[in-house]
Every structure is written in C-alpha cells, then in structure tokens.
C-alpha cells in the first residue's frame, strides 16, 4: 500500500512541477505549484515526518502562493511570448544541461546513494513528530532558532522598505 | 502509517464529491445558450473592461507580512507541544523570539504598513 | 517501507525540473517558482536521509530551509515588484542593465 502512494505522490509530483516550467500562463503555473507542493506533503508523510508535511501545506501551498499569486495579479501577466530563434537556442541548451544532469545523477546512483543500513535506534518521538521536534530544536538548535528570528526580522524590514520606501516613479496602477 | 487512512479517504471522498457533482450537472443539464447568458452578469449593467484589472499592491503588503508572522506562528507548534519537557528554559527563548519579531511589528506600525489609506 | 534511493531519486529528478526551469523560462516570475522546486527537492533528501539515519535533524534543518524559503519569496517578489515598476517588464532577457 504504502510504496503505491509512494509512487502515486512521485508521478503526480513530476507531472505538476513539468507543468509549472511548461505552461505559459504563469497563473497556472503558480496553481500547479501548489498541486505539487500538496503531493510533495503528502511524499514527507509517507516519510514518517508528519510535522514537516504539514509545515510544508500551511508555509508553501498556503503562504507563499498567496503572495505568488498577488504579484502574479498585481503585475497582470498574461501568457508569455516565448518566440525566436534565440529562445529556442536558449530552451534546447536548457533541455540538454537538465539530461546532463539526470545522466550525472544515474552515474551515481550507480555507485549507491546511501551507504550503510538503517541506524537501530529509532528518535524518541513520544508525544508524536511535532513534540519530538519540539525538544530537539529549542534545545540543541537553539541560536540557529533565535537567528531566525533575525532572519524574520531582515525580511519584514526589506519587504516593506521594498514595498513602500518611495512612491512609484511611473505612476501607480490602480 | 495506518491512521492516516482516515484522512486519505476524506481527501478521496472529497475530491469524488467535487468531480461527481460537477460531472453530472455537465452532463444531464440541459443547454440553451444565448448571448445574454453567456454574459457576464455585473448587477444589471453592462459589464465593462477586461476582468482581470491589476491589483493593487497593497495586498501584496499583507500577504508579505501574512507569510512571515505564518512562520513564526508555526515555530510555535513544536514549542507549545513539547512545552512541559522545555519549562522556563524554553519559555525565555520563545519569549525572546517572539520579542525580536515584535520589533518587526512595531516597525511596520510605525511604517503605516498595515494602514489601508 | 519505501527504499531511501527512491525519494532521493524523486529528489534528482524535481532539482533537474527545478534547473531546466530556470534556464528555460523568461519570466522571472517562473524563475523563482522553478528555484522553490530545486529548493524543495534538497528539502525532500533531507527528510529521506534523516528517515535513514532515524534522526531528526534533517527534519529541523528541513523547517529552517522553509523559512529561509519564506523570507526569500517575501524579498525577492519585493524585487520584481519593484523591477516591474522601473522597467515594465519581467523578462530577464530585456532587464539586461548592466549589460553596458
């Protein structure tokens, strides 16, 4: 049962995100992210981290294409335009780095990915994944945790400084 | 891994619920079509320009701050359910997050960033 | 039990979709959506290698790629918001300043 989810997430999984560098409406391409988003959550509960799948609907799927889709709407793209011989070098240069790529990848698969069994003990994970994470990260992590704040902090600033440091000089949209 | 059965067959059901009740109404509903319709009803009047007008970018604005106080609330999770293990160890580093983040609050405050003029 | 080379295979194959992505498309706005997709594929090996090391420190280095994605797509829409405003266009091939 398990490995078939697997699987069925996987496909799903590539299928979208070849739609979102595929289509040419970038609406529609920020929607398949979301899809693919969704099944990548539905990949890490498979994989027994529960609190990250849903870490990753609430922070990705949710938040940040809201704000995807905003800018989208705010800057009223319609379909791209993807003409010329120039693109089309481009694109098939793009295309053959990405074969290389996999090719690289499947010579190291070759070699083995993973070495070593599965470690014996298991993480104490009373009280579920969340609880589990929670007693690592606010004991061990605890300055890369209060660094994020920081981080937090540095992106309220930058994005309002961005936003609304000065007014448009073109002339606003409505 | 079981006891996420539940929750696949409420995603299945609820996709089967969507694409059966908008499958059928495709299919047995009746079509007569006319120009008016088709149109795109506006209160009555005459529907004017293109529907897909710009946004303004002060939603853009809240979505940014909805995305980063989104993250700081889900740093939270983790903490509230582990919080008897922590105890005032883990009160104060939470309590000095959220500190340094009130900073970013008050900043916008001051910024008039929430402000819809 | 699902094989640890599997996720990490899913993983190679959503950083390539990520890669070509951004080396295909124009729009920057595309771009930035194809880096999210190599961003999540690291994401995915690390929840695959701590489930192979039972550990649960890729998990918590997993939460912190997120919200170093989040702060990122705060910014970094700022940007072409703002590249929009100055240069009507979000094409990276005619946003081409610098190129003397």
């Not at chain 1, 989208?72 to 780095?97: C, F, S």
Request: net charge neutral; proline share 3%.
């Amino acid at each position: 049962m398990v490995p078939y989810l697997f699987l069925g997430f996987a496909a799903l999984l590539v299928a979208t995100a070849l739609m979102v560098i595929l289509h040419r409406n970038p609406v529609t391409s920020a929607l398949f992210l979301v899809l693919s988003f969704s099944s990548l959550a539905g990949i890490y509960l498979l994989l027994q981290a529960e609190f990250i799948g849903m870490v990753q609907i609430i922070v990705y799927a949710g938040a940040s294409m809201v704000l995807f889709l905003f800018v989208i709407m705010y800057l009223n793209l319609q379909h791209d335009v993807e003409k010329g011989a120039q693109i089309a070098l481009r694109r098939g240069i793009g295309w053959m780095v990405g074969a290389l790529l996999l090719l690289f990848a499947g010579l190291l698969a070759k070699k083995g990915w993973v070495s070593g069994p599965v470690a014996a003990l298991p993480p104490d994970t009373t009280g579920g994944n969340a609880a589990a994470i929670g007693r690592v990260l606010y004991s061990r992590f605890l300055f890369p945790f209060e660094i994020t704040s920081i981080l937090l902090l540095v992106a309220m600033v930058g994005a309002i400084v961005l936003a609304k440091g000065r007014p448009a000089p073109q002339g606003e949209a409505e | 891994m079981l006891a996420y059965l539940p929750v696949l067959l409420f995603v299945l059901v609820g996709l089967g619920f969507g694409a059966v009740t908008i499958g059928l109404s495709t299919i047995i509903v009746p079509r007569r079509e006319n120009a008016v319709k088709n149109s795109a009803y506006e209160c009555g009047v005459e529907p004017v320009g293109n529907a897909r007008g710009r946004f303004s970018v002060k939603f853009y604005l809240v979505a940014v701050l909805f995305i980063l106080f989104d993250i700081e609330a889900v740093f939270l999770y983790p903490w509230a359910v582990s919080f008897h293990q922590l105890g005032l160890y883990g009160l104060i580093e939470m309590v000095l997050f959220i500190l340094i983040l009130l900073a970013g609050y008050f900043y916008l405050l001051k910024k008039r960033a929430l402000e819809w003029e | 039990m699902i094989p640890t080379e599997w996720a990490l295979a899913l993983s190679a194959v959503l950083f390539v979709i990520g890669v070509v992505g951004v080396l295909v498309r124009r729009n920057a706005l595309v771009i930035f959506m194809s880096i999210e997709l190599m961003l999540n594929a690291a994401n995915l090996a690390f929840v695959a290698f701590a489930r192979q090391q039972n550990s649960l420190d890729g998990q918590i280095f997993v939460f912190f790629v997120m919200t170093v994605a989040a702060a990122e797509v705060a910014v970094g829409l700022a940007i072409i918001v703002n590249l929009f405003r100055l240069r009507e266009t979000v094409f990276v091939d005619e946003i081409n300043l610098l190129k003397g």
